[in-house]
């Protein structure tokens, strides 16, 4: 007879199609497709059908040959992601602009009233200005006016030009002044106001308007101003021109916002963290209270929103009232979130501390006899509910050549990262953390500031290369890769991801090493964390040295260097680990599907 | 023109006609002048094939490797010396005259020569 193993899992459906004569057990083929709705309900029979019909077409065979089809008891596992950022910068009155044009002009640092161009002729002798040039003057009228002036003997101490054209401007002019040039928004400056222009010599970066002190003796400020300025010299540090604009009312601040607390519930004891207290006093409030009984987040914040969220999607899959579910486990990850200066005039960005979390739910059990039932009814093979997904997977991930009993397995998936023990007896004991692909997801939007969910996959699953000419590219391990034929213009010296069709060009903020080390941090915070906490809670005795093999599984461990992370940790404690290979072909893949057609076998 | 001259690094410009090519001339040296990289603008006696041949020319030439042909119908092309001249950086057709495009062009060219990402309206 023809038998399907099919795993219904968070984000795709696993088929594992064997013909089954006695004891003998022949795979024929495998298929895949994406869940559709959420996992557990009755929506997930057209993924199904994709991922039979998938499997059936690499075999040969049509649906109507399958005889029985095994679907897994799912554990209900939901989890969900949010951010909650701890500070915010805001500059009331524009006071700053600290962008970085790639060419600004001349070079010093000049200090005067901001002035529009037009009205420089009406300047008296001697009197101290910063010109404000907008685009609808040509760099040559510009020099000339500046020239004019300067014969007057009125000091032109520097310029501000919403064009790109400081160095035009700056060569035409007897004097040197610093420019700083492609200030987009240049109406917002106010004018009449005292402020500072500085440009550093190329190669290096200004100095008086990135320390609070420098600016403190331009704008001659008391200790208390110089307090408020320090979010604007921190936002300057490491450009290469800027300005600084003194408003009488201009203020800036470093908000602090109220983030809410974290109410972890465990059986003895109940913790209130805040959350701006930071990922690690979380973290150690849940590991000290496991296992969780219920977990609360203040209303209104992004905590209270994510919890509730979570509980609410929850109880719709299961048809309980939301305020039965209860949230088993929590990860938290401090982060930098890259937002706009609110009130700066060029674009300006800033990195705010954030903590970003995830939660988990788990209810007793998924609704799974009206999936199976609706199968049934809809492709018309008959359905069994098989094991436990936990059992299955390690009974797949056991067809891993070099592997044996007692034997862990770590499965990596898109919402939450699972482990399971099987001991030599055939017990089983298994666990789900909160955190997985979908959080390094999210730390990577937040701390490159991409808003594109695509491009972020995209970031996380491919490593990055520089273009260093038109014909060679340098990779991540710095060796250097030729074409022979000519690369796009459009990636020439940009930072590309290495796609299996070609470079992706990155936005030109972001350079290589930066991106390297948010992608890997992200998924060392997520999934080296997770699997330590995860296998540590189904160690013998809660040691994880006591585990001698441990096989992962899952969509994540399919990635280019989270299971290699997770490898070298382990290999730490003692700990032979590495990527699934199921049945010697599927690699990490189809481990669960593959478990549930053997587990049929082995009962007999 | 002496041979230390050809020997400076700069982005060679091939031109048909200067007077008739100036006002492109101008925003292109523009693009250059505000970038920071040098140049040199040359007349050539005669230019039978297209523009990109032209440009072609132009960057063997140059120190940098980096040509630029006009024409005085405001066809202009960007080149680097390893590229066939079907494969330009950037061409502009002289029908429509936009002063920012033949910037752009200049812009371009110098951060080719900088090995700095390109610009492209």
């Not at chain 1, 897994?72 to 009155?93: L, Q």
């Not at chain 1, 106001?193 to 002190?213: D, F, H, Q």
């Not at chain 2, 031109?15 to 007349?43: A, S």
């Not at chain 2, 140059?62 to 950037?90: E, T």
């Amino acid at each position: 007879m023809i038998i399907a193993g099919v795993d219904i899992g968070n984000s795709t459906t696993e088929v594992a199609l064997a013909k089954v004569n006695g004891d003998e057990i022949r795979f024929l083929a495998s298929g895949i497709s994406n869940t559709t709705g959420i996992k557990g309900t009755p929506q997930n029979v057209e993924g199904v059908r994709h991922a039979l019909e998938d499997a059936v077409r690499k075999a040969n065979l049509t649906i109507k040959d399958i005889d029985l089809l095994r679907i897994n008891e799912a554990t209900p596992v939901i989890s969900d992601i949010a951010m909650e950022a701890i500070t915010e910068t805001i500059i009331t009155e524009s006071t700053m602009i600290g962008h970085n044009p790639t060419t600004p002009g001349g070079v010093g640092l000049g200090i005067g009233i901001t002035i529009p161009i037009f009205e420089l002729e009406k300047c008296k002798h001697g009197e101290e200005v910063i010109v404000v040039i907008p685009k609808n003057v040509d760099y040559e009228d510009a020099a000339k006016i500046i020239n004019n002036a300067f014969s007057k003997g009125v000091e032109v101490k520097g310029a501000i030009a919403q064009k790109d054209d400081g160095v035009l401007i700056a060569t035409r002019l007897q004097r040197r002044i610093p420019i700083v040039d492609e200030v987009k928004q240049i109406e917002k400056v106010p004018i009449g106001m005292l402020a500072c222009v500085e440009v550093a010599e190329p190669g290096y970066t200004i100095k008086t308007l990135s320390n609070p002190y420098g600016i403190a003796s331009v704008f001659n400020l008391t200790a208390e101003e110089t307090k408020n300025i320090v979010p604007v010299a921190r936002a300057l540090i490491g450009n290469r021109s800027a300005v600084v604009i003194r408003t009488p009312k201009g203020e800036v601040q470093e908000r602090k916002i109220p983030a809410g607390t974290l109410i972890i519930k465990g059986n003895n004891r109940t913790f209130t963290v805040d959350i701006e207290e930071g990922a690690e006093a979380i973290m150690s409030a849940v590991e000290s209270t496991w296992p969780l009984v219920d977990a609360k987040g203040t209303p209104g914040t992004n905590v209270g929103g994510l919890i509730a969220r979570i509980k609410e999607t929850m109880a719709d899959v299961t048809g309980q009232d939301s305020s039965n579910i209860q949230i088993q486990d929590v990860l938290a990850v401090d982060t930098l979130v890259r937002q706009k200066v609110k009130g700066g005039i060029a674009e300006e960005f800033s990195s705010e501390n954030a903590v970003a979390l995830a939660a988990m739910v788990k209810s007793s059990k998924l609704p799974m006899e009206k999936v199976a039932q609706k199968i049934e009814q809809e492709i018309g093979i008959a359905v069994e509910i098989a094991g436990i997904e936990a059992n299955m997977a390690i009974i797949g991930a056991l067809t891993t050549p070099g592997t044996e009993l007692p034997l862990a397995i770590l499965d990596l998936g898109g919402g939450s990262t699972d482990a399971a023990l099987m001991t030599k007896n055939g017990e089983v004991k298994s666990v789900h953390m909160a955190g997985a692909g979908e959080m390094v997801n999210m730390l990577i939007k937040t701390e490159l500031g991409i808003e594109d969910k695509y491009l972020v996959e995209d970031i996380k699953k491919y490593p990055v290369c520089r273009v260093e000419s038109l014909f060679s590219i340098r990779l991540e391990d710095g060796t250097v890769r030729f074409f022979k034929e000519p690369l796009d213009p459009r990636t020439f010296a940009r930072v590309c991801l290495l796609r299996e069709d070609g470079l992706l060009p990155l936005p030109p903020e972001l350079n290589m090493e930066k991106v390297i080390n948010v992608r890997r941090n992200a998924k060392r915070k997520v999934f080296v964390t997770n699997a330590l906490r995860a296998l540590s809670k189904v160690a013998p005795a809660g040691n994880i040295r006591l585990i001698d093999f441990v096989v992962m599984v899952g969509g994540s461990a399919l990635d280019f260097e989270i299971p290699e992370m997770i490898s070298d940790t382990l290999a730490g404690y003692g700990i032979v680990a590495g990527r699934g290979n199921i049945r010697n072909v599927e690699g990490p893949r189809n481990a669960v599907a593959t478990g549930l057609v053997l587990s049929r076998c082995k009962r007999k | 023109m002496s041979k230390d001259e050809i020997k400076k690094p700069v982005v060679l410009i091939y031109c048909d006609t200067i007077e008739g090519t100036n006002i492109y001339l101008k925003k292109i040296c523009e693009g250059l002048e505000e970038e920071g990289v040098p140049f040199q603008i040359q007349q050539v006696e005669k230019v039978e094939d297209s523009v990109e041949v032209l440009a072609q020319n132009a960057s063997r030439n140059s120190n940098l490797g980096i040509g630029i042909g006009v024409l005085k119908n405001g066809d202009c092309a960007l080149l680097q010396r390893r590229l066939p001249p079907n494969l330009p950086i950037q061409t502009l057709r002289g029908e429509k005259y936009d002063p920012n495009l033949y910037r752009n062009i200049g812009i371009n060219a110098a951060r080719l020569a900088k090995n700095l990402p390109l610009v492209f309206a």
